[in-house]
């Protein structure tokens, strides 16, 4: 055959061909009709009526179906469309947009299109949410079509989407997001000891208790007992209601609790922290260099924060141990509001555990009572004690827009105790009750004006009290004692950006303080009370500086203290603080900081021998007569080395306290209510070395402290503090395996002084009653102190969700006997009784807990 002719036949082919595949696509496009115009075609064929919104059908196309019957034309339209179509009678129909429809899809990272399982799928307004599966897989039924998705994930940027549009699509879509990147200012900060604790660029130390790891002799992450691992920061007589800053009292430290100050801090007489650390975001911690915006607390602040932010989610826990069970959670009500709260009750008052007997030993109990002949004096008592204690808090966070959030905290703390205390010897009596309570609430606005202007305001009502009654075995003289503090306050903080390397705080507070203390005894008939208000008016300014890469770091301030009691004095205070870091070398920073600071708030210890031999504080304010306001003046100069999780770091500081009196500082010899004016001075110096690895952390921590008091009146004016405890030794480790963390601690430290008799002439007869002879004020010391603490914890998984964790502590693991406190007195057979106090004995702890 010839090649034309059989070119031409080829042709003739692929001609057919195509003829067929164009006409069959012209025949599909040309089934393919507007909605709108085959609904009116259907209205004239089957004699109906169709009600509808225009833009609900305009622009929608479908393929004519090929029925004869109506109703299966209308079902194929729905099944095109997903319009729904109601039947109103024999001739009328309604045709609508569905309101609620079935939609799914699939979350990709955008950058390789990884599969995101577990992020947060959430209808907005509806309440209903879910988490995409291992292949990023996500399904809803049944939502609503006029409604938008929220997609989040941590590190990518939330995304919103509408309903409607994945609706309408034909499979599941691929929902991308994109990674968040944040250019983070570079910081200068120490991690040691365990995870979750930081020595911040400014000197402070922050615990985030999240992340807190495992600390010897702790199974949970109480907040004022955690930072006692602090170099400097210890308990005398192992309470967290007495905490040791730098050689000062507890009252010299101010407490703050998300901006509020707190009087009362511990349960349990200050064996137990009154603050819950689950909700509790991050505690800092001040000795020294305190920025300008805080006045009060001459040895420290201690400033705890709960979590600020808002994730959508609910989340919460509960756990139990010996000694309490509490509940804690923050929920979202709207997508602006949540709130969170947690509550905590003792199981003291119905059941009896290890922990609470060694408490209750230690509380009331475990006191030695010796003779002159320093025999034993037998204790023939029987004692009855009911104790409970609950606390709750409770935050509502309201975000009302981008730039301004809204904050309402309150806390509630209570401790209450019934005592009865029967001589057998006399078949005599006494009982005693004290109720123990601190309510606060404060409102804080914070608000970002520009890029380089922000506000934070707070307000805050704080009202703490003390009711104490006892009656004695005559059963005709009756103590009543009340000790109750109303403070109100308004702050004002402002932050202005100069520069990229400069930021300029200002700011004002006003505090109010009232208190009152009243003291009432039947026989012989005596009553007081006495009431003072002071107001402080304080302006602040303070300017910090970073340079490049944090070489030099430098902030100075001035804080201007107006301080007023109502009716017997007015002075001002002008308060410089300092704070200056700066490389020396590669790894090695230097610190030199100072401040002047004062406070207006005090406690005496009043009756010290009385009510049960506890809780014998009560708040006064200065009046520059009997108590002046208390200043400080401290400096120190310090160096730290970081290296490879290797850390070193040596301070040395000064601080000096006048306008305290022998009311406030515990003495329990002759000058125990004299009430003499004075100071004392502190030289000394805190050494840590720290040395962590992948699963493991052991450090070594020593504090030097010599602190004197200087008392004009007495003789001699020169002696040791109450709390001079020249050497503090603490070696400890922690080691994780796996889910199980344990740790293990040893702390020393040498005795504190004490005031004995005199060994010649121990009683002075001429006087009635008797009084006891006392050698040189605080010339003789208590034996060391050594107590070994180990703890254990282990967490698990419930399910994917649920998560718990159980733990074991032992404190005083060698179950030493450690003398807190020693002070004589004139028994009733006028000899001298030698009391001693002492701490706790072996106390084992257990706890489970579960979050979710």
């Given at each position: 055959?010839p090649?034309?002719?059989h070119?031409?036949?080829?042709?003739?082919?692929?001609?057919i061909?195509?003829?067929?595949?164009?006409?069959?696509?012209?025949?599909?496009?040309?089934?393919?009709?507007?909605?709108q115009s085959?609904?009116?075609?259907?209205?004239n064929e089957?004699d109906?009526?169709?009600?509808?919104?225009?833009?609900?059908?305009?622009?929608?196309?479908?393929?004519?179906?090929?029925?004869?019957?109506?109703?299966?034309?209308?079902?194929?339209?729905?099944n095109?469309t997903?319009?729904?179509?109601?039947?109103?009678?024999?001739?009328?129909?309604?045709?609508?947009?569905?309101?609620?429809?079935?939609?799914?899809?699939?979350?990709?990272?955008?950058?390789?299109?990884?599969?995101?399982p577990?992020?947060?799928?959430?209808?907005?307004?509806?309440?209903?949410?879910?988490?995409?599966?291992?292949n990023?897989?996500?399904?809803?039924k049944?939502?609503?079509?006029?409604?938008?998705?929220?997609?989040?994930?941590?590190?990518?940027?939330?995304?919103?989407?509408?309903?409607?549009?994945?609706?309408?699509?034909?499979?599941?879509?691929?929902?991308?997001?994109?990674?968040?990147?944040q250019?983070?200012?570079?910081?200068?900060?120490?991690?040691?000891?365990?995870?979750?604790?930081?020595?911040q660029q400014?000197?402070?130390?922050?615990?985030?208790?999240?992340?807190l790891?495992?600390?010897?002799?702790?199974?949970?992450?109480d907040?004022?007992?955690?930072?006692q691992?602090?170099?400097?920061?210890?308990?005398?007589?192992?309470?967290?209601?007495?905490?040791?800053?730098?050689?000062?009292?507890?009252?010299?430290?101010?407490?703050?609790?998300?901006?509020?100050?707190?009087?009362?801090?511990?349960?349990f007489?200050?064996?137990?922290s009154?603050?819950?650390?689950y909700?509790?975001?991050?505690?800092?911690?001040?000795?020294?260099g305190?920025p300008?915006q805080?006045?009060?607390?001459?040895?420290?602040?201690?400033?705890?924060?709960?979590k600020?932010?808002?994730?959508g989610?609910?989340?919460?826990?509960?756990?139990?141990?010996?000694?309490?069970?509490?509940?804690?959670?923050?929920?979202?009500?709207?997508?602006?509001?949540?709130?969170?709260?947690?509550?905590?009750?003792?199981?003291t008052?119905?059941?009896?555990t290890?922990?609470?007997?060694?408490?209750?030993?230690?509380?009331?109990?475990d006191?030695?009572?010796?003779?002159?002949?320093?025999?034993?004096?037998?204790?023939?008592f029987?004692?009855?004690?009911?104790?409970?204690?609950y606390?709750?808090?409770?935050?509502?966070?309201?975000d009302?827009?981008?730039?301004?959030?809204?904050?309402?905290?309150?806390?509630?703390?209570?401790?209450?105790?019934?005592?009865?205390?029967?001589?057998?010897?006399?078949?005599?009596?006494?009982?005693?009750?004290?109720?123990?309570?601190?309510?606060?609430?404060?409102?804080?606005?914070?608000?970002?004006?520009?890029?380089?202007?922000?506000?934070?305001?707070?307000?805050?009502?704080?009202?703490?009290?003390?009711?104490?009654?006892?009656?004695?075995?005559?059963?005709?003289?009756?103590?009543?004692?009340?000790?109750?503090?109303?403070?109100?306050?308004?702050?004002?903080?402002?932050?202005?950006n100069?520069?990229?390397?400069?930021?300029?705080?200002?700011?004002?507070?006003?505090?109010?303080?009232?208190?009152?203390?009243i003291?009432?005894?039947?026989?012989?008939?005596?009553?007081?009370?006495?009431?003072?208000?002071?107001?402080?008016?304080?302006?602040?300014?303070?300017?910090r500086?970073?340079?490049?890469?944090?070489?030099?770091?430098?902030?100075?301030?001035?804080?201007?203290?107006?301080?007023?009691?109502?009716?017997?004095?007015?002075?001002?205070?002008?308060?410089?603080?300092?704070?200056?870091?700066?490389?020396?070398?590669?790894?090695l920073?230097?610190?030199?900081?100072?401040?002047?600071?004062?406070?207006?708030?005090?406690?005496?210890?009043?009756?010290?021998?009385?009510?049960?031999g506890?809780?014998?504080?009560?708040w006064?304010?200065?009046?520059?007569?009997?108590?002046?306001?208390?200043?400080?003046?401290?400096?120190?100069?310090?160096?730290?080395?970081?290296?490879?999780?290797?850390?070193?770091?040596?301070?040395?500081?000064?601080?000096?306290?006048?306008?305290?009196?022998?009311?406030?500082?515990?003495?329990?010899?002759?000058?125990?209510f004299?009430?003499?004016?004075?100071?004392?001075?502190?030289?000394?110096?805190?050494f840590?070395?720290?040395?962590?690895?992948?699963?493991?952390?052991?450090?070594?921590?020593?504090?030097?402290?010599?602190?004197?008091?200087?008392?004009?009146?007495?003789v001699?004016?020169?002696?040791?503090?109450?709390?001079?405890?020249?050497?503090?030794?603490?070696?400890?480790?922690?080691?994780?395996?796996?889910?199980?963390?344990?740790?293990v601690?040893?702390?020393?430290?040498?005795?504190?002084?004490?005031?004995?008799?005199?060994?010649?002439n121990?009683?002075?007869?001429?006087?009635?009653p008797?009084?006891i002879?006392?050698?040189?004020?605080?010339?003789?010391?208590?034996?060391?102190?050594?107590?070994?603490?180990?703890?254990?914890?282990?967490?698990?998984?419930?399910?994917?969700?649920?998560?718990?964790?159980?733990?074991?502590?032992?404190l005083?693991?060698?179950?030493?006997?450690?003398?807190?406190?020693?002070?004589?007195?004139?028994?009733?057979?006028?000899?001298?009784?030698?009391?001693?106090?002492?701490?706790?004995?072996?106390?084992?702890?257990?706890?489970?807990?579960?979050?979710?």
């Amino acid at each position: 055959m010839p090649r034309t002719r059989h070119n031409s036949l080829l042709r003739l082919f692929y001609g057919i061909v195509f003829s067929f595949i164009v006409s069959q696509t012209n025949a599909q496009e040309s089934a393919k009709v507007e909605l709108q115009s085959y609904l009116a075609q259907l209205e004239n064929e089957y004699d109906i009526k169709f009600s509808f919104v225009d833009e609900d059908v305009s622009k929608v196309s479908i393929t004519v179906p090929d029925f004869n019957d109506l109703n299966a034309i209308l079902q194929a339209i729905h099944n095109q469309t997903l319009l729904e179509i109601k039947r109103l009678d024999d001739r009328y129909y309604t045709i609508a947009k569905t309101r609620l429809v079935d939609i799914c899809g699939k979350v990709l990272d955008n950058y390789a299109e990884n599969n995101i399982p577990g992020a947060t799928v959430e209808v907005l307004g509806s309440g209903k949410a879910l988490v995409t599966d291992d292949n990023g897989y996500f399904e809803l039924k049944q939502v609503p079509r006029k409604a938008s998705l929220k997609i989040r994930y941590l590190g990518y940027v939330t995304k919103y989407i509408a309903i409607e549009g994945l609706a309408e699509s034909d499979d599941c879509p691929k929902l991308l997001l994109a990674q968040n990147f944040q250019k983070l200012k570079e910081v200068t900060v120490y991690e040691f000891l365990t995870s979750g604790i930081t020595k911040q660029q400014d000197a402070s130390i922050t615990l985030n208790t999240g992340e807190l790891g495992v600390l010897p002799g702790l199974i949970e992450p109480d907040v004022l007992q955690s930072v006692q691992a602090l170099p400097g920061i210890k308990s005398i007589d192992e309470t967290v209601s007495d905490i040791n800053v730098r050689g000062g009292t507890n009252d010299q430290n101010l407490i703050l609790w998300n901006g509020i100050k707190m009087y009362q801090s511990g349960h349990f007489f200050g064996l137990i922290s009154a603050f819950n650390p689950y909700l509790t975001d991050k505690v800092t911690v001040y000795k020294n260099g305190t920025p300008s915006q805080y006045g009060d607390g001459v040895s420290s602040v201690i400033s705890m924060e709960t979590k600020n932010n808002m994730d959508g989610l609910f989340t919460g826990g509960a756990g139990i141990s010996f000694i309490s069970g509490d509940i804690f959670g923050q929920f979202p009500i709207k997508e602006h509001i949540a709130f969170q709260f947690s509550a905590r009750r003792s199981t003291t008052d119905f059941l009896n555990t290890p922990a609470y007997s060694s408490f209750t030993d230690r509380a009331f109990q475990d006191t030695e009572v010796r003779n002159q002949q320093n025999e034993e004096v037998e204790d023939n008592f029987e004692r009855d004690e009911n104790f409970f204690f609950y606390d709750f808090s409770g935050k509502l966070l309201y975000d009302i827009n981008r730039d301004q959030k809204l904050r309402l905290s309150f806390i509630a703390i209570d401790n209450d105790l019934d005592f009865t205390e029967t001589d057998l010897n006399t078949v005599e009596t006494s009982t005693s009750f004290l109720d123990q309570t601190n309510i606060s609430i404060g409102l804080a606005l914070t608000s970002e004006w520009s890029t380089r202007f922000s506000s934070y305001v707070n307000g805050y009502f704080s009202r703490y009290s003390l009711n104490a009654q006892s009656l004695f075995p005559n059963q005709i003289q009756e103590l009543r004692q009340n000790n109750r503090v109303t403070e109100n306050a308004i702050k004002i903080d402002t932050k202005y950006n100069l520069s990229e390397k400069m930021d300029w705080y200002n700011g004002y507070q006003f505090i109010e303080t009232g208190i009152t203390n009243i003291t009432e005894v039947t026989e012989p008939q005596f009553n007081s009370k006495i009431i003072g208000v002071i107001r402080i008016h304080a302006p602040y300014s303070e300017i910090r500086y970073n340079s490049f890469e944090d070489n030099f770091i430098a902030s100075g301030g001035v804080r201007l203290n107006y301080i007023e009691n109502l009716g017997t004095f007015s002075k001002i205070l002008i308060e410089p603080r300092v704070d200056i870091n700066f490389r020396v070398a590669n790894y090695l920073r230097a610190e030199i900081l100072g401040e002047f600071k004062s406070q207006s708030t005090n406690q005496v210890i009043d009756l010290e021998q009385n009510f049960l031999g506890i809780e014998k504080r009560r708040w006064i304010l200065s009046d520059e007569d009997e108590l002046p306001v208390t200043r400080s003046r401290q400096a120190s100069i310090g160096f730290n080395y970081a290296k490879n999780s290797f850390y070193v770091g040596l301070e040395g500081f000064y601080k000096q306290v006048d306008g305290i009196s022998t009311r406030t500082q515990g003495f329990q010899n002759e000058n125990q209510f004299n009430g003499e004016i004075g100071s004392y001075e502190i030289k000394g110096a805190e050494f840590l070395i720290n040395k962590k690895g992948q699963n493991y952390s052991t450090w070594l921590s020593y504090t030097y402290n010599k602190n004197d008091y200087t008392f004009d009146s007495i003789v001699p004016p020169g002696f040791p503090n109450n709390l001079d405890v020249r050497h503090t030794v603490t070696l400890a480790s922690t080691y994780t395996i796996k889910k199980l963390k344990m740790g293990v601690g040893l702390n020393y430290r040498t005795g504190k002084p004490f005031t004995a008799p005199d060994e010649t002439n121990p009683i002075d007869n001429a006087f009635f009653p008797l009084r006891i002879n006392y050698q040189e004020s605080n010339s003789d010391r208590l034996p060391e102190y050594f107590r070994v603490d180990a703890s254990a914890t282990y967490s698990f998984d419930v399910s994917r969700r649920v998560k718990a964790s159980t733990g074991i502590s032992l404190l005083n693991l060698t179950n030493r006997r450690n003398i807190l406190n020693r002070y004589y007195r004139i028994s009733e057979n006028d000899e001298i009784e030698k009391v001693e106090n002492t701490s706790l004995g072996l106390t084992p702890n257990i706890s489970f807990r579960m979050t979710f």
